[in-house]
């Protein structure tokens, strides 16, 4: 062998043996499946404009104009604004979520044609509005295996009653046909594609054969002119696309853990965060194979418990103000805030935030010695 | 009806390709008017019912672009309830908030008109995915 196939060869094996990086794909995609994949990471990381259909509302001009940091698919410094209705004191009360205002998201930019029209830099919150949420950009990394986790293994960590008497009561929210959901901060949205398609329109104003007609004004028309794009603004080559982008991102793998992030990993079950941390979910039957039959540390249960009135901010379906679904915790590592409104700086920071069914876990952690406090904020660190 | 209504309706008029709202499809019974195009179906939840001027709100959507459809419930349109397998008529009366239904339509001068309605579960205690 030659000094020059050498050198070939070796650089080949160190690429083979590479440690993923953040925003890469799944491991053992097909070769039609990676092209899909970086396919869709271009739609993902397009930016559009009025001309091809931005707005007249939007919160970004593009999905990596908030997916961003360090890479497409990660998470971001933006935050935008959910609302909704809900008045605890009423007999029955029940969620509205302004199904027909266009829903809870309210927009916070405008193009400049619909600000020349009404005078808006953004979608007007109704006087009805009784919260309103801010809500920070997760990242999305390995979303595609919680997606094809069997809503059976879901159901099975829910004890709505607590009827094992720890103090940990998680239900599954649902989307308003009846499905389980598992994806946003409420656990609202059942499938990854729909979440998806659904955040071209309500996040970039994008129309697609899943949502072909724009949002509303607050529940008003657009005025005339404001959107001359002609609908659908993208088709259904590029929804799938961007679905398989985000479907194949792999999940940050874990760095090496130190003997002290081992140990704080046995202190994280101990003091019972893995109540709702749950460390591992199985994925199911699935047709793309990377996500078939895997295992997912997701640190997640995808249920919604009670965080306690402090945090709480909208209803949504069936989840209460209190309630929000257990943030994964994986790719955590490259988070820069934490909580769904992104109030905490630290991982620290966030545990002490906790309340609710984690108000004992929080506690416990408390009232740990320095040393195992620092061992499991070690073990943090590594997901 | 509220132009902001009628909005949220027109924005559910073209067919959807996912979820909640189902392709476009033949009812399964006699529609209670010939049905016109567009023609669609929409599985979603109860939101109110107006059993006076006999209206049904559904709210639906795809992933957080939520929306709502007001559909007019003729007397003579089919309203059962499928949550046990089996068909039951019930009335426009026994529909509630938080019933999941599923309900074909088409589109008239003054909004959506039903043509039939099935509950097939609620919202609090699930559907499963493909009824």
Known sequence: MTRGAVVIALLVLAAACRRPQPGDPLPGLSAAERAQFDSGRAVFESTFTAEVGLGPLFNASGCAECHEDPVAGANGDEVEHHAAVFHPERAGATCDVLADKGGPVFQDSVTPALHAALGIDQEPRPPIVTTIAERTTPDIFGFGLLDAVPDSVILSYADPDDKNHDGISGRPNRFFDGRLGRFGRKALVPSLREFNDGAFQIEIGITNPSVPVEGTVAGDSLPTGTDPARDPEIGGRALVLTDMFVRLLAPPPPLKQSKEARRGGEVFGTVGCTGCHVPKLPTGDNPIVALSHKEVAAYTDLLLHDMGPERADICFALATPNEFRTEPLMGLRLATHFMHDGRAKTPEEAIELHAGEATRARDLFKSLPAADQAALLAFLKTL | ?131
């Open chain 2, 1 to 131: 009806m509220q132009r902001s209504t009628v909005i949220s309706l027109a924005l559910l008029v073209a067919p959807v390709a996912l979820g909640a709202q189902q392709h476009t499809q033949q009812p399964t019974t006699a529609p209670a008017v010939a049905p016109a195009a567009p023609h669609d179906t929409v599985r979603g939840a109860i939101s109110a019912v107006d059993v006076r001027a006999r209206t049904v709100d559904v709210t639906s959507g795809v992933g957080f672009a939520i929306r709502v459809v007001r559909l007019a419930v003729p007397a003579d349109v089919p309203i059962t309830d499928r949550e046990d397998g089996t068909p039951d008529r019930i009335t426009l009366g026994e529909l509630k908030r938080g019933d999941v239904v599923r309900a074909a339509f088409g589109a008239r001068p003054t909004g959506f008109v039903a043509y039939t309605i099935e509950r097939v579960g609620t919202m609090e205690a699930g559907v499963a995915s493909t009824p």
